[in-house]
């Protein structure tokens, strides 16, 4: 079956430590997204990629990065610059972003990202 | 510029009770609007959306909304509630006319009680 796959699903942060989470899907789709998500604020875009080899800056960009070098993969880096990383981190994507406007988002089941 | 607000945190309905979630929604030209939900420690799943035309939209699992244009509601319904359909409830708007991504509402955790 087609979809989105995170991982990990748990995922711990030591001070001054960059950690990567992996979003891979194989619905073969153009755009992907990651974002946030904190209790009683809904979900908060971060980066968004609409093609391979590109990607732009969401509304919470500071402190993350993403690279997009596959169709199927679109890592997110939390690095140390991130101050306050705990959070439910959600992958998602759909057919375009542009030209599939009216098109839903599809989920993967995200990563709990912790400070030890 | 583009918005959604769900006035509602919390609420809750009794088993076999029609259940409202509301949606209201700014935006600057014509919207696409979605209702998604989701289940504790999993992702997004997607109810329904209304695109253009008939106003009342139906989705998965006997859910539908009904578009407001002059008073830019969207709100969420049910006839009948389950207690399987207790869930965090996302509204979420896009602006045709923009090439701003898919903005989300804060979510409504519904709770069915027996």
């Known amino acids: 079956d087609g979809g989105i796959t995170q991982s990990p699903k748990y995922l711990f942060r030591k001070e001054g430590q960059n950690v990567t989470l992996s979003c891979e899907q194989n619905?073969?789709?153009?755009?992907m997204y990651w974002y946030r998500q904190d209790p009683g604020q809904g979900l908060r875009l971060i980066y968004y990629s609409q093609i391979v080899n590109d990607f732009q800056k969401g509304d919470i960009a500071e402190g993350y990065s993403v690279s997009r070098e596959k169709k199927e993969s679109f890592p997110l880096t939390v690095t140390s610059a991130q101050k306050n990383p705990t959070a439910f981190y959600l992958c998602?994507?759909?057919?375009?972003?542009?030209?599939?406007?009216?098109?839903?988002?599809?989920f993967g089941d995200g990563t709990r990202l912790s400070i030890l | 510029a583009q918005s959604v607000a769900q006035p509602e945190d919390q609420v809750n309905v009794a088993e076999g009770n029609p259940l409202t979630v509301k949606c209201t929604y700014s935006v600057s030209g014509n919207p696409y609007l979605f209702w998604y939900v989701q289940y504790p420690n999993r992702g997004l799943q997607f109810l329904l959306k209304?695109?253009?035309?008939?106003?009342l939209v139906k989705g998965s699992y006997g859910f539908e909304a009904e578009f407001n244009k002059s008073q830019t509601s969207f709100h969420l319904k049910k006839p009948s509630a389950l207690v399987s359909d207790s869930a965090l409830y996302f509204c979420?708007?896009?602006?045709?006319?923009?090439?701003?991504?898919?903005?989300f509402g804060s979510g409504t955790q519904l709770t069915v009680l027996p």
């Open positions: 998602a994507s759909s057919p375009s972003s542009l030209e599939g406007l009216d098109q839903p988002q599809h």
């Open positions: 619905l073969n789709h153009d755009a």
């Open positions: 979420a708007v896009r602006d045709r006319g923009s090439a701003r991504q898919l903005t």
């Open positions: 209304y695109i253009t035309g008939d106003n």
